[in-house]
């Protein structure tokens, strides 16, 4: 009996879960490289959905036709049909394709690298998965095929035969397997409360995804060799790929193509004008996208590689794409991962936030009081941030804006502005400190003295009540003038309602003196 790779006994039927993973909202935990191949070992990097013989079992030569299709590069070629497999000049025909090879690590070394590349072409045969139990042995022996190469190139000495000569058969492998048109997207489905649609073709996905990390993680991949084929149109599919609504396909886009952002620096530029047109699109046409949370999650970690001063190009993608995010519906799905972003940009250069505050008030959902609360989230980690020279420029409507939020209607969005107030480093030397109550108070003191008698939350009215008792102590004559401003208002307010009252009094005489005429 052959003997069975740990990888293998891990990706047997007996073992492990099909349920997607939660996905991390840190880029760095994801798929590290460090421990994949100890994950691999056990059990922990590919999950156990398979169509594959038991563990240790080989799947004997395949005499019967396939009702399969292969790819060479993204055009499909039904099985039995002679096809250019892998850019080979010679014609290979699909039953020549999927036959049983010996093992790579029980061939002597000089034929390693031919028979390497055979079973990629082997592995280029693309099966239909409509049908889960047609074409088992085709599709298991591709698996195992699969299974052998991402274990062999687990090692160092494995990860030596990623040389010139056999990358235009793995990217034309990889192209077939990966590179696909997406299933058309319910209409009824929400992200929030529907199950996500999982990749039927996952078994195979899954492997081909993990063997091509590998490569693009290795150290013995040439760089300037590898990006002839991993090309600028692969990278646009793969960020077309990211609207997969299977959260497994994401979780590991996401992680091969931040490995190669950061591999081939000649692809950056088009990557992140790729990543901006799919913002565009989401924030402008559709407001439907999958892979907007997985996307600004590559993006926090590119953000923060930015060099200062921020390019031109830097500056307008925060400005066109990033702060236009805050406006659709969804927001709520990706706003962790956007505010991560924004802050990045905060830290790096804070005369951003002046940009970033006067487009987060066009956008804020005043109508929504769960998304209010979490923009306060977010405006007060920016707070944090500002400078003197940007809140002087900001100042008139930052404080408008949280004098609104002070007097909504739901007091949860009152409680969290309130809490502001609770932020030691605002109050100490922030926007709300001593040194700025001159141009606080005569703003947001109207709404703090509703709160602060007779509120209905007790929460609210003692939060409130605190405020304006903290203004008190710093400059009481500015608290009274304040609150004699705002007495002053109020009786015109009363004033003014009595005048409209008495007019429309008038006309309602006026209009019963006429239907009395006119009977």
């Known amino acids: 009996m052959k003997k069975v790779t740990g990888l293998q006994q891990f990706l047997s039927p007996k073992g492990g879960s099909d349920k997607p993973k939660q996905d991390s909202s840190n880029l760095s935990t994801v798929h590290s490289v460090g421990s994949m191949a100890s994950s691999v070992a056990s059990g922990n990097t590919i999950d156990s959905q398979s169509t594959g013989p038991s563990p240790g079992r080989r799947v004997k030569g395949v ?30 025909t699909n039953q020549q394709l999927l036959k049983e090879l010996p093992a790579l690590r029980d061939s002597p070394p000089a034929r390693r690298e031919s028979l390497f590349i055979q079973k990629l072409r082997l592995c280029s045969v693309v099966f239909s998965f409509d049908d889960p139990s047609s074409d088992k042995r085709g599709k298991d022996l591709k698996r195992q095929t699969l299974l052998e190469l991402v ?18 058969d793995l990217m034309a492998c990889i192209n077939a397997n990966v590179v696909r048109a997406l299933p058309p997207a319910t209409d009824d489905f929400d992200p929030e409360e529907d199950e996500p649609v999982l990749e039927p073709a996952w078994p195979h996905l899954q ?38 609504e299977d959260p497994r396909e994401r979780d590991y886009l996401k992680t091969i193509l931040h490995r190669i952002y950061g591999k081939f620096m000649s692809h950056r530029s088009f990557i992140r004008k790729a990543i901006s047109n799919v913002f565009y699109r989401f924030v402008y046409e559709t407001e439907r996208h999958n892979g907007i949370g997985e996307l600004l999650e590559i993006l926090g970690s590119i953000i923060n590689g930015f060099a200062i001063p921020l390019k031109k190009e830097h500056l307008q993608f925060l400005v066109r794409a990033l702060i236009p995010l805050h406006k659709p519906k969804c927001v709520g799905l990706y706003h962790q991962q956007l505010s991560y972003c924004i802050i990045q940009y905060v830290e790096k250069d804070a005369d951003t936030a002046i940009h970033i505050l006067s487009g987060f ?49 739901h007091f949860q969005v009152v409680e969290r502005a309130l809490f502001l107030w609770n932020n030691e480093h605002l109050v100490n030397s922030g926007c709300l400190s001593r040194l700025n109550a001159q141009m606080v108070l005569p703003i947001i003191y109207a709404p703090l003295y509703k709160n602060s008698s007779g509120h209905w939350n007790a929460t609210v009215e003692g939060l409130a009540q605190n405020v304006l008792k903290m203004y008190m102590e710093y400059d009481l004559v500015l608290y009274d003038k304040c609150s004699a401003a705002y007495f002053k208002d109020e009786e015109e307010k009363k004033k003014r309602a009595a005048n409209v009252s008495l007019k429309w009094a008038i006309v309602e005489n006026m209009a019963k003196k006429q239907a009395i005429a006119v009977s």
């Open 361 to 409: 008030f066009r956008c804020w959902p005043w109508s929504c009081s769960s998304k209010q609360v979490l923009f306060l989230n977010e405006l007060e980690e920016i707070l944090e941030l500002l400078g003197a020279d940007q809140l002087a420029q900001i100042s008139k409507t930052l404080f408008v804006n949280l004098a609104r939020c002070l007097d909504s209607d």
């Open 63 to 92: 005499s019967h036709k396939f009702n399969v299709k292969t790819s060479t590069g993204s055009n499909p070629v039904s099985l039995g049909s002679g096809n250019n497999v892998g850019g080979s000049n010679t014609a290979i």
């Open 151 to 168: 274990d062999y190139v687990n090692t160092p000495a494995g990860q030596k035969i990623f040389t010139e000569s056999v990358m235009q």
């Open 207 to 244: 492997v081909a995804y993990e063997f091509f990390l590998r490569f693009i993680v290795s150290s013995e991949v040439n760089a300037k060799v590898a990006k002839r084929y991993v090309d600028q149109r692969f990278c646009l599919a793969l960020v077309d790929l990211f609207d997969s």
